[in-house]
Antibody, heavy 121, light 112 residues
Framework: EVQLVQSGAEVKKPGESLQISCKGY????????IGWVRQMPGEGLEWMSL????????RYSPSFEGQVTMSVDKSITTAYLQWSSLKTSDTAIYFC??????????????WGQGTMVTVSS | QSLLTQPPSVSGAPGQRVTISCAGS?????????VHWYQQLPGTAPKLLIY???NRPSGVPARFSASKSGTSASLAITGLQAEDEADYYC????????????FGGGTKLTVL
């Protein structure tokens, strides 16, 4: 079965660092883009970034460039999203999702279950 | 403010037909980029409902259909059922700034 499994919920303090993960199963991980999508409490979906595991080509939304870092380890079919210094405004659910095709056109056809990140002092 | 504009809410009675609009511009839908639609049931991850303007993934009922014209797209749901109550999002690509994938703001569908 094709699936993406994300790491568990996190509770952090402002200024702390964090890395969350997304592991792919059941497909050729290297040949599909992986994207991250943020959903703040009670709000809609926001696209954050994309990475192509085959060559680590990475694209960021202008809104998130410099705020987060996306990486991948294709040997263990896992993508990561990292913050160096969290803010309370980073509190949200973060979804990873698979996308075929090119970085402009593909749909997100498989989604992870989401990782809830809570940042509070 | 999202680059794709959706109505915040729509509603319909069981069995009725509803449509959800997604208004874009010449830098996204009007430029010919594919439009995709997602359904998000309460407390769950989004699910792909329609891809590449008007294609249904395997397992999505034929009650769901979509179209695109000019700078806009729309999702239609016929034979409305209680389990269709969810948030719906359109998504495309926009060439503004350095280029980005964009989601609409989402539409809450209420089945009366």
């Amino acid at each position: 079965e094709v699936q993406l499994v994300q790491s568990g919920a996190e509770v952090k303090k402002p200024g702390e660092s964090l890395q969350i993960s997304c592991k792919g199963y059941g497909y050729n991980f290297a040949t599909y883009w992986i994207g991250w999508v943020r959903q703040m409490p009670g709000e809609g979906l926001e696209w954050m970034s994309l990475i192509y595991p085959g060559d680590s080509d990475t694209r960021y939304s202008p809104s998130f460039e410099g705020q987060v870092t996306m990486s991948v380890d294709k040997s263990i079919t896992t993508a990561y999203l990292q913050w160096s210094s969290l803010k309370t405004s980073d509190t949200a659910i973060y979804f990873c999702a698979r996308s075929g095709g090119n970085p402009r056109g593909g749909a997100f056809d498989v989604w992870g279950q989401g990782t809830m990140v809570t940042v509070s002092s | 403010q999202s680059l794709l504009t959706q109505p915040p809410s729509v509603s319909g009675a069981p069995g009725q037909r509803v449509t959800i609009s997604c208004a874009g511009s010449s830098s996204n839908i009007g430029a010919g980029y594919d439009v995709h639609w997602y359904q998000q049931l309460p407390g769950t991850a989004p699910k792909l409902l329609i891809y590449a303007d008007n294609n249904r993934p395997s397992g999505v009922p034929a009650r769901f259909s979509a179209s695109k014209s000019g700078t806009s797209a729309s999702l239609a749901i016929t034979g409305l059922q209680a389990e269709d109550e969810a948030d719906y999002y359109c998504q495309s690509y926009d060439t503004s700034l350095s280029g980005q994938r964009v989601f609409g703001g989402g539409t809450k569908l209420t089945v009366l």
